[in-house]
């Protein structure tokens, strides 16, 4: 049962192949759209010397975490993103006639390969950080931010376990837009549902306030640990209220 | 024979919003309860194929759907192949297959062949030992026309031969089949109806089976289970509520005539009337379970 990940990752890539130019076009646009992304925000973060206590160097750090997060997290389990639609549609029965823990099915059930596209912005922001001793840094706070995106996530798209739905929560485009400045641009509210609410302050500039704070260290890694608490907690209550679809 | 499937007072609610107009819905909604499957109770023994029939919204999905782990019973105990269905779903679905004739359980971009090495991936039947049990299905279900095509571009029937298959490579001891031939033309629906009569004969595997199509149930299932309102309105052999009586056409002077009666009376009857003109016909098994259905 061991070897069912390596079997989901060969059906991706059949999976890829069958639509080979589907997956060259998205990879294409998401290739243009980051790039304008973060060629519009860097160059503002250059022009004005940096965003309040935020300086060039720290954007690019928090960006680069960010976007290796968004790479393993919607890249690699994009599962997790169908759930919703998934309990809202009943399509979930079928993660749940099979001998293995249905989560795990899910997360490993869909890799976007389309994500290839997000390399390469990637490796420029890396080349503009022009630090190699950060390298384990984003690496390691890159794994994080992904867990912390699709733990969030899963928790939101668990809310259908729980009451009639008929479409999907979009909670992806709030915390995407939270993740995308420097924490010195909101102010106390907005900075506390950045980091708490919609987690995407954690997961581009956590890891850099960890750097300027050492002492945050400890909220960072006790709101991933609450996140997966509550995750485990909320999962398997919603498993026990899931209705299926049709009687 | 030993008993495989223990269900004891069953009982699965819904909560459904009631319509009383767009404010009232939209400011203080009014829910109530309904019972899609109301203290049920029956057991399954081992080798068994059980036909499981009801009208639209009667709870056959519902139990099917508890009987395999996916929901948990608001009340109730299962006890199906010495497994807690709810409880221990992991361990339980290692033996048991299930098929949702309206929800395919395959990857509909890849080959079928490619879904069966995913599908035994989650039942340790890869390899060698895939292929070899593939081949032994085939002498039962012939896949080979196709099982190398992407699943999205088969045909219904073919579709559902698949997932059958997909089911058949870990030999499972239960297997669960929710309207199986919905959209099936009748020769495939025949070819199906075989296919498991042969999967049970040759691997003693229990099926129960939920189906609109009465004939399909009366060709395959001994036993039948009919459930009405989430209750369980019958529980016996088929042969049991065929009705024993025909209907018997005839001319008379011109006449038609027609008349119901008891098989056994049916020669002594014949005798009296004029026997080129006679046609007889078997009540259909239709009328007698519309009676449960009211």
Known sequence: ???????????????????????????????????????????LAYTNNGF??????????????????????IGFFKGVFDMQENIISGTFDSLLIRPINSFAHMLFSRIDFKVIGEFPPLIILLFILNDISLLPFVLFFGICSAVIFNLSTCLVNCIPFFIEMNNDIESFDITANFSNYPPSIFNDFMKFLGLFIFPG???????????????????????????????????????KKYRSAGY | MSEIIKVTGLVKHYRVKEKKGILKDLFSPEFKNISAV????????KGEIVGFIGPNGAGK???????????????????SNGFVPYK?????????????????????????????????????????KLKDRIKELGKLIDISDFINQPFRKLSLGQQ???ELVSCLVYKPDILFLDEPTIGMDIIAKFNFIQLLKKINGDEKTTIILTSHDLSEIENLCKRLIIINHGKLVYDGDFSKIKPD????????????????????????????IDIDTVTIKEIPVEEIIKEFYK
């Open chain 1, 1 to 43: 049962m061991d070897n069912y990940f390596i079997q989901y990752f060969k059906t991706n890539v059949k999976g890829m192949a069958e639509f080979r130019l589907n997956f060259l076009f998205d990879m294409i646009s998401l290739l243009v759209v980051n790039s304008a992304f973060y060629g519009s925000v860097l160059y």
């Open chain 1, 52 to 73: 309040g206590d935020y300086s060039f160097k720290d954007i690019t750090l928090g960006l680069s975490i960010m976007q290796l997060g968004y790479i393993l997290g």
């Open chain 1, 201 to 239: 302050l954690m997961i581009s500039f956590g890891p850099v306030m960890i750097l300027k704070d050492n002492s945050f260290a400890f909220v960072y890694f006790g709101f991933i640990a609450i996140l997966i608490i509550a995750f485990i907690i909320v999962y398997n209550l919603g498993l």
């Open chain 2, 38 to 45: 109301d203290n049920i109770s029956f057991s399954i023994d």
């Open chain 2, 61 to 79: 999905t519902t139990t099917i759907k508890m009987l395999t782990g996916i929901l948990h019973p608001d009340f109730g105990e299962i006890i």
């Open chain 2, 88 to 128: 221990q779903r992991k361990n339980y679905l290692k033996k048991v297959g299930v098929v949702f004739g309206q929800r395919k359980s395959m990857w509909p971009e890849i080959s079928v062949m490619d879904n069966l090495e995913l599908i035994g991936s989650f039942y340790n039947v890869s390899g060698i």
């Open chain 2, 160 to 162: 559902m031969k698949a």
């Open chain 2, 245 to 272: 009586e025909v209907i018997i056409k005839w001319e008379d002077k011109g006449e038609i005539k027609e008349k119901r009666m008891k098989k056994n009376k049916v020669a002594k009857f014949l005798e009296k």
